[in-house]
């Protein structure tokens, strides 16, 4: 931070976004113009106590307040002060998540029937980009965490064998950090992946706050990747929806992404969101550090404390890890009691108060961040505390589960792009074995498909997703949002 200078910190007090949206209020006008409850005039009563303070700010395109698909005023300003403060050469911001920014990078790259290398424990909305891109995927498998038994970073040996392989593919795709705050070295990977002269790109939705304090790994645009996207309001902190889509470099087509963004985003995007992004891009550069300064050292007395229960393990970054970063802010615990699993241990602490980001039969993730407070950190260990209390008699080491620790390769026994517009039928879970998936199945969180239309379903995966199911477990992209039956490929 201390490389920047004055001129830097001037400019960064600036929210030009804000600063419109306010000045316009101030102006008392008379709107003639959508959103039609002009400022709150004529709104739900119950509602307008809280919503009062955001919706004279809920505006649109008009004079003054430029346009996000085609800015060049003070949405324009706010994307390039956001680009100087995330160290890239151009931003875009977004109002429908990460997903949409992923989305949009691939329907940028890949034309239909053309390859792209992707980390297979992606997001679904990676999935998704790539089918509506029409593209191939080339599936590259994780590395597994032997202490946890989840699926964390992919391996430069693979990554380099698929560029050998394929090198017809037109980007590699990864995710950095993973849900679980797990990362890889993604200079080593970048510089890897430019000797085959294809960009890379990383869905970096949980690595918003990365680069910004010291005891945090470097950012995606740090590290030379070409495009990054990053959910602000998940790990940064703006407000939910919003994100940034990141870009440095000549290999992507930055007039082609304008033009996809367009397809894919609300022609009305919502005013207040854009400006949250523009304040916590100013908050973040100017109060990040010091929040996590006060934060994190607490959070490390917790890891300690936390390790003096024999029941629970929490991720720990290792010279042995099959990951080379870990986010100090998410908190991943491991059950080790024969006792409880991670969806009882989860009940438990809500009825103490205390909301879990989520649960799996094994795990639980705890996602802190600057906004987490002492207080937060102290009435969770309490509550962990008391918790143990009926914890240490019966110690056992509960088998990681399945989901976590099976391979994520399955075989593709049809095209992607084929299996998604293929009839489908509906057959029991159980006697699904052998047949071809005509859908994505995705528990969620943390929103990982386990099978990919296309994907061979064989034991493992039924045993798992029998197993999610037991526990309660929510599956997004199927037909029957209960899983007792599954979609596949009618002929086959
Ligand atoms: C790894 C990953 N990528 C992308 C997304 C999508 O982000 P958003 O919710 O901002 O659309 C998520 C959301 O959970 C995610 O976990």
Redesign the pocket.
Known sequence: VNRKDRAFWERQQQTPLYAALTRHTGRSPRPFHVPGHKGGRSFDPEGLERFSAILPLDLTEITGLDDLHQAEGVIAAAEALAAEAFEAEMTRF?V???????IALIMTICRPGEKILVQRN?????FHGIMLAQARPVYIVPAIDPDTGIAACLRREDVERALQAHPDAKALFL?NP??YGMGTDLAKMALLVHRYNIPLLV?E??GAHYGFHPALPPSAMQSGADAA?Q?T??TGTSM????MLHVQGERINRERLGQVLAMLQSSSPSYPLMASLDLARRHMVFHYAAEAERILPQLALLRERLSRLPWLGTAVCAESSVYSTLDPFKLLLSLRSGQLNGYQLQARLEERGIFPELAQTGHLLLAASTGTSPEDLEWLWRALEEISAGQAATLATLPPSGLLASAYLREQAVPMEAAVYAGKRLVELEQAEGLISAEMVIPY????PLLAPGERIDADAIAVLRELRAGGARFHGVTDGRLERIAVLEKV
Do not use: E, Q
């Open positions: 977004l429908a998540g990460s997903t949409v920014g992923n992606s997001h679904k909305s990676v995710t993973t849900y869905d939705a949980h996207v959910s309001h998940k939910t929806m919003t994100s969180p943390p929103g990982i």
